[in-house]
């Protein structure tokens, strides 16, 4: 198997897609960060002393989504069209689930998984205060498609 992000000698490069296509590009991740008891009820009453965690955590993810090329070094910058991004408070901790889309030439999968894993992380700074055995857990792609133009 051939590494797309590599030259002849082996040194990171960022692939050409000039050649390819534009093709409506969708991608969807989710990831789960597990919390104590307490801690959802806090989130649940909006109680956290930084404010409404899960709306805070829904916009820091749509804002990394945005800012995906300047944080993983070989991915192409895109113009999104769509990008959300849903925490969802469960019994034992969150589930977020993000998407995202765009009319271009490669994937949105690094930005949507960015908007999932940037959401996680804004809400365990939010409740570092509060629990000291918070677990981001299973962040993953769900699912990759591109389709051609009509």
Do not use: W
């Not at 307490?38 to 956290?48: F, S």
């Not at 998407?99 to 271009?104: D, E, R, S, T």
């Not at 700074?125 to 055995?133: E, F, L, Y």
């Not at 981001?136 to 990759?144: A, M, N, Q, S």
């Amino acid at each position: 198997m051939e590494l797309s992000h590599t030259d002849k000698n082996g040194k990171a490069n960022m692939v050409d897609v000039g050649h390819k296509p534009n093709q409506i590009r969708e991608a969807s991740a989710t990831g789960f960060i597990r919390l104590l008891p307490q801690t959802v009820k806090l989130i649940r009453d909006n109680q956290m002393k930084k404010g409404d965690v899960l709306t805070i955590a829904e916009i820091a993810g749509i804002q990394a989504a945005k800012r995906t090329p300047e944080l993983i070094p070989l991915c192409h910058t895109l113009m999104l069209t769509k990008v959300d991004v849903k925490a969802a408070l469960c019994d034992n901790g969150v589930e977020v689930k993000s998407y995202a889309k765009c009319i271009g030439q490669t994937g949105v999968e690094m930005e949507a998984l960015t908007a999932a894993t940037v959401a996680l992380l804004t809400i365990y700074d939010m409740c570092k205060a509060v629990d000291k055995q918070m677990v981001i857990e299973r962040v993953e792609l769900i699912e990759k498609t591109k389709k051609d133009i009509d």
